[in-house]
């Protein structure tokens, strides 16, 4: 690992979207653990699985992201020298009763930057960017890994008061969940 002084952060713009952009990060995550909703509470069991990106998934995320921006979402990176070791996005689109959500879908460091208080600093700059958007609140369905759950606990996330069907039907196993912006 580098020296951290080196890290800096910037939002990304179209021209970002290379195909090499993801080519030396590294998502990887061994899951043991995972909470998950029974009968309105929330239990932690045992599962075993690991995900991890192939080259045709960072493509689609590359894609992804590309097409966040283009619709009025925001996307801010960490990087050092030219290397993305860390990404989180919101889209531009506002939902909700009151329209005060806007999602948050992805937020990652690269494995071997992980502890490093990236994904914290990613969070509050991604937040900065949806109070802009005019958001009141962020809507996360978030991994139901052990980790995950404690990095969003940390930060300040509960329970989502309103349930986005069309997000839940995508990952029908993550969490529901908000941040009061």
């Known amino acids: 690992m580098t020296d951290r002084t080196k890290i800096y952060y910037r939002t990304l713009q179209q021209s970002d979207f290379t195909p090499d952009l993801l080519d030396s990060f590294h998502r990887y995550q061994e899951t043991t ?12 069991k045992e599962d075993q699985f690991i995900d991890e990106w192939d080259d045709q998934k960072k493509q689609q995320v590359i894609s992804s992201l590309q097409v966040c921006v283009a619709s009025g979402g925001a996307v801010v990176g960490a990087f050092v020298e030219n290397a993305l070791i860390g990404f989180a996005n919101v ?3 506002r939902f909700g009763s009151v329209g005060q959500y806007i999602e948050l879908p ?15 600093s990613l969070f509050q700059q991604i937040c900065d960017q949806a109070r802009q958007l005019g958001a009141k609140k962020l809507y996360i369905a978030a991994h139901p890994s052990e980790e995950t759950q404690h990095f969003y606990r940390r930060v300040g996330c509960t329970y989502a008061a309103e349930i986005n069907e069309e997000i839940l039907a995508r990952e029908p196993l993550d969490i529901q969940m908000e941040y009061l912006l």
Request: no cysteine.
């Open 33 to 44: 653990r995972v909470w998950y909703e029974k009968d309105g509470e929330y239990l932690l």
């Open 91 to 93: 889209e531009g689109a």
């Open 106 to 120: 992805y937020i990652h460091v690269s494995n071997e930057w992980r502890k490093a208080g990236l994904g914290r």
